[in-house]
């Protein structure tokens, strides 16, 4: 005997089966069912053979047992030299894919599947490709005279149609031992003899052994032997027809080419895809559902990611046009001295920016421009008056105020702009200067105008200080202008009373512009040495880019948790699924599925609903994040601000990233579910209502 179980010979040599002292023992609760219990049989090659007897007899369970369904619980069982008593799971699979083919009392055809789709279904999962299988199963219908009914669904075919269309399928590869379990018991009896005078033409014609159950004597009546059972024992036999000689045409007719050499076939991917997306349509209200929650929780994804990557963008655009070279450098303070008695007490600088540290300040090499910043304090309220026109206004606070506004540092309208070093005299912005041109004036004609600033102070008592326009912004401000540093400091010392307010306070911030990006670290580090606070756009971008990094992974973890819940959905999902097709399952076992193919089916189906909820959801997160970026624009436009770019950015890595990860958690949600599927034992499942 072959102790190798798949190996070609296996499946050419003589099928005989030989059944000894075989035993089948079911554990019901406390009972124990002994369905067999010591049966000897041998059946040989070409044999028909029929299995009689009462209902509980065994007969199924032997049935099961010879198609590597179910295993004995001791004896032998050996059909064409594979031992299938001890044969494992995958040698008994391949068993059922190669050698056998199953008929069943309900037929269990399945019943979105055409008449040729079901007979093609073990070819199907032999990895045959589409258009060889449909001409194989059209031929095989024809052969059992259903040529007229190849693309009819089980639904719309009598019950002798179906059970000839199940006699098709379970042909189709070419077995050498049919199995049927009471083929005719749902059909009348005219049909039922149909049927029965099919297979036991094949069974002369083919030579291929069958086993048929029945407990109608006239469907016995047409075996070469009737085998009677009885208590799980063999009780009686009765010999109709003496065993017709096998002879070398008929048992190579058997040896068909998918059993003998496509042996390590298996379910192509396409076959898989294609299967996962017609059961999909068949829920296609509770698959869509499901797919929402990934769909929900992608859009989430998507869109505050996208605006993440939109805004950090911005940022980054607009310190690069400021200029990542400035270092911002501000005096340090003494924590001790922050921590002094008198809460009200302006607080002392350790070293104040004097225009004495200015001086060194523009002395350290690779310095190009030190521009230094003065404040006036918030109170303090000015007139502007030009050609008689008084107007209220404000005084831009910084240079950032003045020049990182969105879109970038912007080019005069008319005149100069304060620029690195040089702040003299008023820049004033176009808003403001609307306001004071007279008929027939543009803003080239401001330019050179002597104007009076007048401060107040609460009191009432206030002073005049004449300045010049030097120059018009753009900026939707109607009352802001840029304010020279000489016209600052004359406003505060009058505002202090204090003359030599510079040398005492100093700057409130000096700009330094290094020659290059890579002098910026060396030129910090020597302000630094000079008890200053030194600050580059750099560091003050990468701090930037830390909270929006950590804004995003807040926002997207929103989403995750979304993803979440849908992966929970399409968990319970599969598993509904799992349990309505428990039976189909059944079926795809017996005609050949490995346990491997069965999670495939289930997994690609379960990351399939994540991948359609993803691609939904890419698309509506992208408009979304269009539509918020619209909504910003609008917004920003109505505050006069231009020049902003997108805010919302779907990056090729975000919109691939939101594809594969709504697929996987699909794909993982399914991974237990189709496990379960798998592992279904096939009897079990074929009884499955
Ligand atoms: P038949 O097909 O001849 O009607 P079966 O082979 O289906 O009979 O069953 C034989 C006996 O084994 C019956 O008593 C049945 O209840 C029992 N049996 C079959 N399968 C199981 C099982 N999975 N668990 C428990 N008992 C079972
Ligand atoms: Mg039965």
Request: glycine fraction near 10%; proline fraction near 5%; aromatic fraction near 6%.
């Amino acid at each position: 005997m072959f102790k190798s179980p798949i190996s070609v010979s296996a499946y050419s040599m003589d099928n005989t089966i030989s059944i000894s002292n075989l035993e089948r023992h079911f554990q019901r609760g406390e009972m124990d069912v002994w369905a067999l219990r010591g049966i000897n049989l041998t059946i040989a090659s070409g044999e028909f053979v029929a299995l009689v007897g009462p209902s509980g007899s065994g007969k199924s369970t032997l049935l099961n047992l010879l198609g590597g369904l179910d295993r004995p619980s001791s004896g032998e069982l050996w059909v064409a030299g594979l031992p299938l008593h001890d044969a494992d799971g995958k040698a008994r699979t391949a068993h059922r894919r190669h050698r056998v083919g199953f008929i069943f009392q309900s037929f269990n055809l399945l019943p979105r599947l055409t008449a040729v789709e079901n007979v093609a279904i073990p070819l199907t999962l032999a990895g045959v490709s589409p258009a060889e299988r449909t001409a194989r199963a059209a031929a095989m219908l024809q052969k059992v005279g259903l040529g007229q009914r190849l693309d009819h669904y089980p639904a719309e075919l009598s019950g002798g149609e179906q059970q000839r269309t199940a006699v098709a399928r379970a042909l189709i590869h070419g077995p050498s031992l049919i199995l049927a379990d009471e083929p005719t018991g749902n059909m009348d009896s005219t049909t039922g003899a149909e049927v029965m005078a099919l297979l036991q033409a094949l069974n002369k014609e083919q030579g291929i052994t069958l086993v048929v159950v029945t407990h109608d004597a006239d469907v016995a009546a047409y075996a070469d032997r009737v085998v009677h059972l009885k208590d799980g024992q063999v009780a009686e036999l009765t010999v109709n027809n003496p065993p017709s000689p096998v002879t070398e045409e008929h048992s190579s007719a058997t040896g068909n080419a998918l059993s003998a050499n496509n042996a390590q076939s298996r379910l192509s991917l396409a076959d898989t895809v294609r299967s996962a997306f017609r059961n999909l349509g068949r829920r296609p209200v509770r698959n869509v559902l499901t797919a929402a929650g990934v769909l929900i929780g992608i859009i989430t994804l998507v869109a505050m990611v996208s605006f993440g990557v939109g805004v950090q963008r911005e940022v980054q655009r607009n310190f690069e046009t400021v200029g990542l070279e400035n270092i911002f450098v501000s005096p340090t303070y003494d924590e001790a001295a922050l921590d002094s008695f008198d809460p009200f007490a302006p607080p002392q600088p350790k070293q104040a920016l004097t225009p004495e540290i200015v001086e060194k300040l523009r002395a350290i090499p690779g310095v190009t421009a030190v521009t230094p910043e003065l404040q006036l304090p918030n109170g303090v309220d000015l007139t502007l008056t030009l050609a008689g026109e008084s107007l209220p206004v404000r005084v831009s606070s910084d240079m950032g105020e003045r020049n990182f506004r969105f879109g970038g540092a912007s080019e005069p309208l008319a005149g100069q702009l304060f620029g690195d070093g040089e702040n003299a005299g008023v820049v004033l912005t176009s808003g403001l200067a609307d306001r004071l041109l007279a008929e027939g004036q543009d803003y080239a004609d401001l330019v050179g105008q002597s104007v009076v600033l007048t401060a107040k102070l609460p009191r009432g008592e206030s002073q005049d200080f004449p300045s010049t326009v030097v120059g018009v912004r753009d900026s939707f401000s109607s009352r802001t202008i840029d304010l020279g540093l000489g016209e600052t400091e004359a406003v505060l010392t009058w505002w202090y009373n204090q003359p030599d307010i510079l040398e005492t306070q100093g700057y409130d911030m000096v700009i330094v512009r290094a020659e290059s990006l890579g002098l910026v670290t060396a030129v910090s580090a020597a302000i630094q040495e000079l008890d200053l606070e030194a600050q580059s756009l750099e560091t003050i971008l990468d701090a930037a880019n830390q909270v929006l990094s950590l804004l995003q992974a807040l926002l997207g973890s929103v989403g995750a948790l979304a993803l979440l819940v849908a992966a929970l959905g399409v968990a319970n999902t599969m598993m509904m699924a799992i349990y309505e097709r428990t039976r189909e399952i059944g079926v795809l076992k017996a005609l050949g599925a490995a346990p491997g193919e069965i999670r495939l089916l289930f997994t690609t189906e379960a990351a399939l609903i994540g991948l359609i909820g993803g691609v939904f959801g890419l698309i509506f997160g992208t408009l979304l994040g269009r539509l918020v970026d619209w909504v910003a624009h609008r917004y920003l436009i109505n505050e006069g601000v231009t020049g902003v770019g997108h805010l919302s950015v779907v990056p090729p890595w975000l919109a691939v990233g939101a594809l594969v990860f709504a697929a996987l958690i699909g794909l993982l949600a399914g991974l237990y579910p189709a496990a379960r599927a798998a592992r279904l034992d096939p009897v079990q499942a074929l009884r499955h209502e």
